[in-house]
C-alpha cells in the first residue's frame, strides 16, 4: 500500500505537444535529466484521483481539447481519451449542500439581528407611496402585503415586533367597509395576527358598535396587549349584522352583546392602560364598566370619558381598584356621595396622576380630601365650571389644601369662587412643599399668578395671532345652537394664547407701578433718587406660573380624548416634502414618499 500511495501522490498529467516542444528548448544538459517513459506491466493499478491538472483548467468543464493527455509515474506512462475528474459520492454531496443551507442560514440570522431593534417599533405602510411616473405606480397595499410577507416568514422578526403605527391621514384607507381579503383593513388585521407579541396599536381606534369585527377579534387575541382604547358609538351595520341585531334598537346593545364585550378582556392579562370613550354609544348598563376592570388585573392607568347616567354612576366608583392614573371625564352621573367614595383611601392609596373634568358635582371640602388621602400624587388636573361656595359660617384652618408629595398642578375654574382663594392662602401656608409648577389658563385676576416666582415674559412671539377674537355673531350663523355656542365661548376663555396675553398685560401692569423709592441725601441735600418698578409674583418661591400645553404646538392645555382617538391632535402644522437630498439646478430629487403633515408622537400615554 505504501507503494501504491507513493505513486497516487507523484501523478502528473503531461500534454505530449507541451513536452516535445519543451524538449526543443531544453540544453543538451536538462534533456539528460528529464525521465524517460519506462512502460509498466499491466496488472499495475494507477489511481488517477489525486491527479494534479493546470492551474486553468475547472474538474466539472469538460475539456476544450480532444488531444490525448498521459499519466506519467515512476513506473511509466499512461495514456487517457479524456482528463480524470473528481466525482463525489452521493454521501459527500449531501453533506455539502447541508454545510452550505447553515452558512446562508448564519447569514441571514446574523443579517436580520442587526436589523432587528428597528422592528421593535414600525409605520405601518399605506397610502404613502414613492413619487414615480404613472405606468409605475402601485396600489397602495402593495408595500402593505410586503410587510406581511416578511412578519409571516420570519416569525424571529415578528416576535420582536412590539408598536404599530398608523398614520392618521391613512385613516381612510382603513374606514373603507369592504369584505375583499386584500383590502388595507383586513391586510392590517393579518399584519396583527402575525405579532404575537404586540403591545400597542397606535393611530387607528374604530368605532365599536357592539358587533365585533376581524380586528376586535385579532386584538382579543394579542395578549401580551399593554394598552387598548374603545370608541363606543354608533356605527353602520352590513346586512349580516343588522340580522345579529334583531329587534334591538340602533346603539343600544343587548345583554348578550354586553356580556361579550366584557368576556373580550378576559386574555388581556398585561394591560396597563384602558381608555373608554362614548362617541354618542351607550351600554344601557351601569355593571358593564364595573365588570371589565376586575377582568384587568396589570390595570394601572384608566380613563372614562362622555357616559352618561345610564352607564357610568356611583355604584361604578364604588368597584374602581387601586389605580395608578385616573382620568374621569364629563360624566353627569356622579353625585355628591360618588365624589366623597372617589377621594377614599382604598382607591387613592397609589394614585400618582389624577384628572377630573367636569365630573358633576365637586366642592372645596371634597378636593380637600382628595389630596389629604393621595399621599404619591405627583399630578393633579381639575377643571370644573364653578366650585360650591363653603357653607355659611364654616370654620376650616390654613393650609385648607395640602399635599405632600404635589409637583404639578392644573387649576382651571371657570367662574371664579372661594376654591382659588383658598388655594392661594394654602399655597401661602406651605401646603405644598414639593409643588414646582402651576397652570391656570382661567386665572382672571391673578391670584395664582401673584404667588408664584415672578418671570420677565409669559407670551410668546405668536400669541397675538393665534389669540381668538371675542365671538360675535351674525346672520350667517344661524345654524349655530345655543349649546355650540357656549361651548365655542368655553373654548376660547380657556385658550392658552389669551390666558399668556392676559398674563402678560398683568405683569405690564405691575411694572407700571412703583415698588418702592429710594432718595439719597448728604446732610439734608438731595443727592439722587431711584425708583423701584413693581413685580408680579412672590420673591424666593420656587412655583413657577406656566401656561404651555401638555402637547407642544396646541391651544388647548390639556389633550382631548375624543381629538387624540380621532387623530386630530397627532396633526401637526408643518409640511414634510419627503426629500432625501437637495435638488439640483433647481429640480426636487425623487423623495421617499409624498408630501405630507408631519405628525407629532402623542398616544395614550398623554391622557393621564
Known amino acids: 500500500m505504501a507503494s501504491i500511495t507513493t505513486q497516487i501522490d507523484r501523478l502528473q498529467i503531461v500534454n505530449v505537444q507541451q513536452l516535445k516542444t519543451r524538449s526543443r528548448n531544453l540544453s543538451p544538459q536538462d534533456a539528460e535529466r528529464m525521465p524517460r517513459p519506462v512502460p509498466s506491466p499491466a496488472s499495475s493499478k494507477v489511481s488517477a484521483t489525486r491527479a494534479s491538472v493546470p492551474a486553468n483548467f475547472s474538474r466539472r468543464s469538460p475539456v476544450p481539447s480532444t488531444r490525448p493527455y498521459y499519466v506519467t509515474t515512476i513506473s511509466g506512462e499512461y495514456s487517457f481519451e479524456t482528463v480524470p475528474t473528481l466525482t463525489k459520492t452521493p454521501w459527500e454531496l449531501s453533506r455539502s449542500k447541508q454545510r452550505s443551507s447553515q452558512k446562508c442560514e448564519q447569514a441571514r440570522n446574523s443579517e436580520s439581528s442587526e436589523r432587528l431593534p428597528a422592528y421593535g417599533s414600525i409605520w405601518v405602510p399605506l397610502s404613502d407611496q414613492p413619487v414615480q411616473p404613472k405606468k409605475l405606480v402601485f396600489k397602495s397595499t402593495n408595500r402593505l402585503k410586503l410587510l406581511r410577507r416578511t412578519l409571516v416568514k420570519r416569525p424571529h422578526i415578528a416576535d420582536r415586533v412590539r408598536e404599530l403605527k398608523i398614520s392618521v391621514q391613512d385613516r381612510p384607507c382603513l374606514e373603507i367597509a369592504t369584505k375583499d381579503k386584500d383590502s388595507a383593513f383586513e391586510i392590517l388585521v393579518s399584519i396583527v395576527v402575525a405579532c404575537p407579541n404586540l403591545e400597542r396599536l397606535v393611530g387607528f381606534t374604530p368605532t365599536y358598535g357592539h358587533i365585533a369585527d376581524s380586528l376586535v377579534t385579532a386584538l382579543h387575541k394579542a395578549t401580551r396587549l399593554k394598552e387598548h382604547a374603545w370608541v363606543i358609538g354608533p356605527k353602520t351595520l352590513t346586512p349580516a349584522q343588522t340580522i345579529i341585531q334583531g329587534n334591538v334598537p340602533p346603539g343600544l346593545p343587548s345583554r348578550l352583546q354586553n356580556t361579550t364585550f366584557v368576556r373580550r378582556h378576559m386574555g388581556w392579562f398585561y394591560l396597563e392602560k384602558l381608555v373608554l370613550h362614548s362617541n354618542g354609544g351607550t351600554f344601557g348598563d351601569k355593571d358593564t364598566i364595573a365588570l371589565i376592570i376586575p377582568k384587568l388585573p396589570s390595570l394601572k392607568s384608566l380613563s372614562i370619558s362622555n357616559f352618561g347616567p345610564q352607564d357610568?354612576?356611583?355604584?361604578?366608583?364604588?368597584?374602581?381598584?387601586?389605580l395608578q392614573s385616573l382620568r374621569l371625564e364629563n360624566l353627569p352621573g356622579l353625585s355628591d356621595h360618588g365624589t366623597?367614595?372617589?377621594?377614599?383611601?382604598?382607591?387613592?392609596?397609589?394614585?400618582?396622576?389624577?384628572?377630573?373634568i367636569n365630573i358633576g358635582f365637586?366642592?372645596?371640602?371634597?378636593?380637600?380630601r382628595l389630596l389629604a388621602n393621595?399621599?404619591?400624587?405627583?399630578?393633579?388636573?381639575?377643571?370644573?365650571?364653578s366650585l360650591p361656595e363653603l357653607p355659611f359660617g364654616a370654620a376650616y384652618s390654613q393650609p385648607f389644601f395640602a399635599s405632600p408629595h404635589l409637583d404639578f398642578l392644573h387649576w382651571d375654574i371657570l367662574s371664579p369662587g372661594p376654591g382659588t382663594s383658598l388655594l392661594a392662602e394654602s399655597i401661602q401656608a406651605r401646603g405644598?412643599?414639593?409643588?414646582?409648577?402651576?397652570?391656570?389658563?382661567?386665572d382672571t385676576e391673578g391670584i395664582?399668578?401673584?404667588?408664584?416666582?415672578?418671570?420677565?415674559?409669559?407670551?410668546?412671539?405668536?400669541d397675538l395671532d393665534n389669540s381668538p377674537s371675542p365671538l360675535t355673531f351674525s346672520s350667517s350663523d344661524k345654524d349655530l345652537s345655543e349649546k355650540d355656542a357656549i361651548a365655542e365661548e368655553i373654548r376660547r376663555a380657556r385658550s392658552l394664547p389669551a390666558a399668556r396675553l392676559a398674563a402678560q398685560n398683568r405683569l405690564k401692569d405691575a411694572r407700571n407701578k412703583p415698588q418702592a423709592k429710594i432718595v439719597v441725601e448728604d446732610?439734608?441735600?438731595?443727592?439722587?433718587c431711584h425708583t423701584i418698578k413693581g413685580f408680579m409674583g412672590t420673591l424666593g418661591s420656587r412655583i413657577e406660573y406656566v401656561l404651555e400645553p401638555d402637547v407642544p404646538g396646541s391651544e388647548e392645555a390639556i389633550v382631548d380624548v375624543g381629538g387624540l382617538l380621532r387623530g386630530r391632535e397627532r396633526?401637526?402644522?408643518?409640511?414634510?416634502e419627503g426629500l432625501v437630498r437637495g435638488g439640483v439646478n433647481g429640480k426636487k430629487d425623487r423623495g421617499v414618499h409624498s408630501a405630507r403633515r408631519k405628525e407629532k408622537d402623542v398616544g395614550l400615554r398623554s391622557l393621564f
Open 312 to 322: 357610568f354612576g356611583d355604584s361604578t366608583i364604588e368597584n374602581l381598584p387601586a
Open 432 to 442: 405644598f412643599p414639593f409643588l414646582r409648577s402651576i397652570r391656570a389658563p382661567t
Open 362 to 368: 365637586v366642592s372645596c371640602p371634597v378636593i380637600s
Open 340 to 356: 366623597y367614595t372617589l377621594s377614599s383611601p382604598r382607591i387613592l392609596r397609589f394614585i400618582q396622576s389624577l384628572t377630573i
Open 571 to 576: 396633526l401637526g402644522s408643518r409640511w414634510c
Open 523 to 528: 446732610e439734608g441735600e438731595l443727592k439722587s
Open 448 to 462: 395664582l399668578q401673584s404667588v408664584c416666582r415672578p418671570r420677565a415674559d409669559i407670551a410668546l412671539p405668536g
Open 374 to 385: 393621595a399621599p404619591y400624587l405627583t399630578r393633579f388636573t381639575l377643571i370644573q365650571h
